[in-house]
T-cell receptor
C-alpha cells in the first residue's frame, strides 16, 4: 500500500528556533493535513490544505505556524519560533478522494523543544 | 463543537479474549465515524468506518456499529491476538469541515500470549 513519508522522525530544537517538518504525501492525493499529539493527550487537528491553499485551520494554528507545498511533492509545516508547549508528535496525512474519506497518515515526527 | 469520548486504557487482555473499546461522540449533523489503529513505530491506519446510522464497519475481525440513538461507535473483536496490540483511536469527520477528523484520546491495547 502507498505510504505517507515524514522526516525527520525525531527533531530536537531550542526554544525560539524555527523548525520545518517535512512530509511526502501519496503522489496522486490532493488533500493534505497536519495533526499533532501532545504526550498523553488527544490527536488534534492543525490545518487542512487543498489546491495550494489552507482550507481550514484550528485555533492552535496561529501566526507561528505555516504550511507550504513548495514543489508539488513535499508538504511542509513550519513553526517560526518554537515554544516548549509545541513539543508533540506531528502527523501528516493525505487523502485522494473526499468521497471515501480515507486519510493516510505518516508515522510522525516527534518534536522536542528544550 | 464536535467531540469524541473514548474508553480510557490501558487495556490488557489474554489472547482469544473478547474485546470492547467504548466510544461515544457529540456532533452536529451526520458525521462519519472511524476507528484508526496505530502499531508501534507506525502512523495511524484506518481500521474501519461507517458513514450513516446503523452501518456496521468491519475489518480484520473488528466490528463497530454506528448507533445514532446512543451516539456510540464501540469497537469489538471476538477473539484478540497478540498482533492486535496497538493504540486504537475513535474519530469522527464532519463532512462540512474540509474532512478534518476529531479524535478520541486513544486506547492502548496489550494482548498477552
Amino acid at each position: 500500500e502507498p505510504e505517507v513519508t515524514q522526516t525527520p522522525s525525531h527533531q530536537v530544537t531550542q526554544m525560539g528556533q524555527e523548525v520545518i517538518l517535512r512530509c511526502v504525501p501519496i503522489s496522486n492525493h490532493l488533500y493534505f493535513y497536519w495533526y499533532r499529539q501532545i504526550l498523553g493527550q488527544k490527536v488534534e487537528f492543525l490545518v487542512s490544505f487543498y489546491n495550494n491553499e489552507i482550507s481550514e485551520k484550528s485555533e492552535i494554528f496561529d501566526d507561528q505556524f505555516s504550511v507550504e507545498r513548495p514543489d508539488g511533492s513535499n508538504f511542509t509545516l513550519k513553526i517560526r519560533s518554537t515554544k516548549l508547549e509545541d513539543s508533540a508528535m506531528y502527523f501528516c496525512a493525505s487523502m485522494g478522494s473526499p468521497t471515501n474519506e480515507k486519510l493516510f497518515f505518516g508515522s510522525g515526527t516527534q518534536l522536542s523543544v528544550l | 463543537g464536535n467531540s469524541v469520548t473514548q474508553m480510557e486504557g490501558p487495556v490488557t487482555l489474554s489472547e482469544e479474549a473478547f474485546l470492547t473499546i467504548n466510544c461515544t461522540y457529540t456532533a452536529t449533523g451526520y458525521p462519519s465515524l472511524f476507528w484508526y489503529v496505530q502499531y508501534p513505530g507506525e502512523g495511524l491506519q484506518l481500521l474501519l468506518k461507517a458513514t450513516k446510522a446503523d452501518d456496521k464497519g468491519s475489518n480484520k475481525g473488528f466490528e463497530a456499529t454506528y448507533r445514532k440513538e446512543t451516539t456510540s461507535f464501540h469497537l469489538e473483536k471476538g477473539s484478540v491476538q497478540v498482533s492486535d496490540s496497538a493504540v486504537y483511536f475513535c474519530a469522527l469527520s464532519d463532512p462540512g469541515s474540509a474532512r478534518q477528523l476529531t479524535f478520541g484520546s486513544g486506547t492502548q491495547l496489550t494482548v498477552l500470549p
